[in-house]
């Protein structure tokens, strides 16, 4: 094949929803960090340079490197991200006998970054087999991933002369020697025309499953067609692969989306059979605790496939008008079935996913505002019991400390009343001095001392009448405050239940 070319478009976002309208998304320049590794396996200088020909980078005089701006770039009406408005040419290396030279477009599309890197002998007229393909180290060209890239497109054109029955053929054979050092495997998914000449579209598969951040486009050049009649379309073919690839990239995060919302969903469903309307305060306030997070995560789900929906609804529209500037009846089908059909079976899909998410939102409201009631209710009640309990205590303390004192005032008055009494008998003490005999035969018999008498006497009265005045005198104290008249009044004064 003469006149080849490789190329590989890569689209990344700069900004997505987690930001705000002046950042870039901290991510935004892994789209150029890629591009520069490409570097490693194709020595091209002006991609290790590539930075500083770039207007999103800044020189940083204190570091002395190119830094990516953090703010968001005032470009609405550029399409080119290089200085000088141009895109940058790559000086020819030799890769094994063949010398290979390219440009390389970078572009920024609203949101998006975007590169075309293409690559080609730098003789023309050079022809290449399949096999030479490896010389142009395809295996780099696919580009590491992260969470803001949009997908790739892998192109080959080549001229040739062969029959359009063939050509399906040579497309095969070219895919497969692209792919022969990755983990992809091609599946033709269509085929057709652009401009007249034929066109084959390629899926490719990872462990069975569709990878659809890639493509891979076959355009096989049996016509000749002008150079100039492709420039004219290049803008808008570019423009229509960047919007298709936001579309299945909007369409891959809605389902994302939608799963995450369903997990959060089984856990609000085990928390209203973990919830009981009798259940104890702590246990309603732990499920009170859990449910604002889970609230906020089903919440930013149902955010986030709206706002794809969004995407794909706004994209198709775009994706179509692209279209309509080059693609012609006869072109190839299935890209005018992806622009009607395709987008929108993602819309209904994405529509379904909202009509079973939507009542989880009304129903965690709901599970929330009825906890909330339950933990106010329970928690005025432990209020109250905590203030009955509370005066109870108050009450008990002040009626010991009442018993107390009564106690200390009626052992005062009775001590003062037997000491006083004791003090008066007392004063038989020159009673002692009174002659006392031992008993003797004659007199076995003899009451005891006088004095002795006396003391006897006086303590027993003085200790009657003091536990006398101490027990009349309690009983009065007692009288004057009843402790059941205290504990009504207080209760009557807390609010009701």
């Not at 002046?22 to 490693?40: H, T, V």
């Not at 293409?118 to 399949?130: H, K, M, Q």
Request: charged share 25%; with cysteine.
């Amino acid at each position: 094949m003469k006149n080849f070319s490789i190329s590989a478009c890569f689209f990344h976002l700069n900004q997505t929803l987690a930001e705000p309208l002046d950042r870039l998304s901290p991510k935004a320049d892994l789209i150029w960090e890629n591009l520069i590794k490409i570097g490693d396996k194709l020595p091209f200088t002006e991609l290790k340079d590539v930075k500083s020909q770039l207007v999103c980078y800044e020189f940083d005089e204190e570091s002395q490197v190119f830094k990516h701006q953090t703010k968001a770039l005032n470009l609405i009406d550029r399409w080119y991200l290089t200085k000088d408005q141009k895109p940058i040419e790559l000086a020819a290396i030799n890769q094994n006998g063949l010398a290979i030279s390219g440009n390389l477009q970078a572009f920024i599309l609203n949101d998006t970054y975007a590169f075309d890197l293409t690559l080609s002998p730098a003789e023309c007229d050079r022809d290449i087999a399949a096999a030479d393909i490896d010389l142009f180290e395809p295996s780099s060209l696919f580009l590491d991933f992260s969470e803001n890239t949009l997908g790739e497109t892998i192109w080959l054109y080549g001229e040739t002369n062969i029959d359009e029955p063939k050509c399906q053929s040579v497309a095969d054979e070219l895919v497969a020697n692209l792919l022969k050092k990755t983990n992809f495997t091609p599946r033709l998914v269509g085929e057709g025309k652009l401009l007249e000449v034929p066109l084959f579209e390629y899926e490719l598969y990872q462990d069975d499953r569709p990878n659809k951040l890639y493509r891979i486009l076959v355009w096989i050049d049996n016509r000749s067609i002008s150079p100039d009649v492709s420039s004219v379309i290049y803008d808008f073919l570019f423009r229509s692969l960047g919007t298709r690839h936001k579309i299945e990239y909007a369409y891959q995060q809605a389902q994302a989306s939608y799963s995450q919302a369903r997990k959060v969903y089984s856990e609000l469903e085990a928390k209203i059979k973990e919830f009981k309307q009798d259940e104890p305060l702590e246990k309603l306030q732990k499920i009170l605790e859990s449910m604002p997070e889970l609230s906020m995560q089903y919440q930013r789900q149902l955010r986030n496939l709206q706002a794809h929906y969004t995407t794909i609804e706004t994209n198709q529209r775009n994706y179509q008008t692209y279209l309509q500037k080059f693609w012609q009846p006869g072109d190839i089908p299935t890209w005018q079935e992806f622009g009607e059909t395709t987008c929108k079976r993602y819309l209904d899909q994405i529509e379904t996913y909202l009509s079973y998410i939507k009542p989880g939102k009304d129903l965690s409201g709901e599970l929330i505002d009825t906890l909330r009631g339950l933990v106010a209710i329970e928690q005025a009640k432990f209020d109250r019991q905590s203030q009955i309990t509370l005066q109870d205590k108050e009450i008990n303390e002040k009626n010991r400390d009442r018993e107390l004192e009564n106690t200390i005032q009626a052992v005062g008055t009775g001590i003062g009343v037997g000491v006083g009494f004791a003090g008066i008998l007392a004063a038989g003490y020159p009673l002692i001095e009174k002659p006392w005999d031992f008993p003797s035969p004659q007199h076995p018999v003899l009451p005891p001392h006088p004095f002795v008498i006396a003391v006897v006497v006086s303590c027993l009265c003085g200790g009657g009448l003091g536990w006398l005045a101490w027990f009349f005198t309690k009983r009065h104290l007692q009288s004057k405050s009843s402790p059941v008249e205290a504990i009504s009044s207080s209760r009557e004064s807390l609010p009701p239940s």
